[in-house]
């Protein structure tokens, strides 16, 4: 059953949605079922050395999965994002909460180097990289707080100078927070040596909207923008949940200048777990898993959707925007264009697509979301 899940989730072949982006976590994120990282040690050690790193701690099934992954389709990009440092590198010594100890900023950096060529030694590449997810969250378990100026700090002296060293072409987002906080992003772009290290800035949308995107991109328009992680709660409305995601996360934030979107997270079981003691417990997966049986949810149909009908590599192209006919569209590698409309309304709506001097008229449910594809000029 597995491999039947994984050909239909990372493939266009059949049932194929064609998810094309993943995100891990380096260690453990609040959906595992405890908090742990590669270089776990007693309180009271340190291991400047690295000497007990092992990335097959806390789970040992996640690289056999990648692999079986990429044997599926070896064009999946990978990113990953830390919830916290190996405790022993923390100012409080424990997994929630606390700051990286600025005398363990190059051992975290040659922690992640480590991951990263541990990871590539199996195969896995990894695209790109956050360096610490939802840096203001000090409650989640595990976390770490970040602030602008010690993430700055972290990738001009640190992790920047690291990962040139080690001659690997991993890429750095920045933030991988909320979108009410661009000043966040802004700030850690506004010194040239970090700027130069970073290539784009990660997003989420537990707080503010896309608008954050486009102000960010304003500034900074050689960098990418990306949403890296909006979850679904177990307690919404199917339809409520698919217009709002369509509305926010995949019309929003692709016409405000993202080039990715992950929805979060792949699977989980009826009882919204796995997770930590102190994590989300009602967050649901795009699968949801008992036993042989499997249920596809609201992201499952999302990134369904838009991942089959704009492939990598479309570029985004110039509609206009409607308060209750939501839209974005892109030219895709195939010649063709892709229209992702949402009727954002309580009503039937009858409207016309004009391009390149053609018109056609389309009649949309209310709450539908539809993509309308037709060959480009």
């Not at 990282?37 to 996640?62: C, I, K």
């Not at 690997?168 to 661009?182: A, G, R, S, V, Y």
């Not at 926010?248 to 200048?257: A, I, P, T």
Request: aromatic residues 8%; charged residues 20%.
């Amino acid at each position: 059953m597995r491999r039947d899940l994984l050909c239909e989730l990372f493939t266009r072949d059949g049932r194929g949605i064609g998810a094309s982006f993943l995100r891990l976590t380096i260690g453990a994120s609040d959906l595992s079922t405890k908090s742990y990282s590669y270089n776990d040690l007693p309180p009271g050690q340190t291991d400047l050395a690295l000497s007990r790193f092992d990335l097959m701690a806390g789970d040992e099934h996640v690289v056999p999965v990648l692999k079986e992954i990429l044997s599926i389709n070896p064009d999946i990009r990978i990113m990953a994002s830390p919830w916290s440092a190996p405790p022993w590198m923390k100012d409080n010594g424990g997994f929630i909460g606390g700051s990286l100890k600025p005398e363990c900023y190059d051992v975290y950096a040659r922690y992640l180097v480590r991951y990263l060529e541990a990871m590539r030694a199996h195969g896995i590449r990894i695209h790109a990289m956050t360096l610490q997810n939802e840096p203001h969250n000090h409650k989640n378990d595990p976390s770490m707080v970040m602030t602008a100026s010690d993430q700055a700090a972290f990738i001009k002296n640190h992790m920047g100078p690291a990962l040139q060293t080690s001659g690997l072409d991993t890429q750095i987002f920045c933030w991988d927070h909320n979108c009410d906080e661009p000043d966040y992003p802004i700030a850690v772009l506004s010194d040239p040596a970090v700027k130069r290290h970073v290539t784009g800035v990660a997003f989420h949308l537990y707080g503010g909207g896309p608008e954050a995107f486009s102000q960010v991109q304003a500034l900074h328009p050689d960098q990418k923008m990306y949403l890296t992680e909006q979850w679904v709660g177990a307690n919404g409305d199917f339809a409520d949940d698919l217009a709002w995601h369509a509305r926010n996360v995949f019309v929003g934030v692709l016409r405000h200048g993202g080039c990715a979107v992950l929805e979060w997270n792949l699977a989980s079981d009826p009882a919204c777990k796995p997770h930590t003691p102190g994590g989300e417990p009602h967050c649901v997966g795009a699968l949801t898993i008992d036993g042989q049986i499997v249920t596809r949810n609201v992201a499952y149909y999302l990134v369904g959707h838009a991942a089959k009908l704009i492939p990598p590599g479309s570029v985004r192209i110039e509609t206009n925007d409607h308060d209750t006919l939501r839209n974005v569209a892109f030219r895709t590698p195939d010649g063709r264009i892709s229209l992702m409309i949402l009727n954002d309304s309580d009503r039937i709506q009858r409207f016309n697509i004009l391009h390149n001097g053609t018109r056609a008229t389309i009649t949309l449910k209310a709450g539908a979301l539809s993509t309308c594809r037709w060959p480009a000029p």
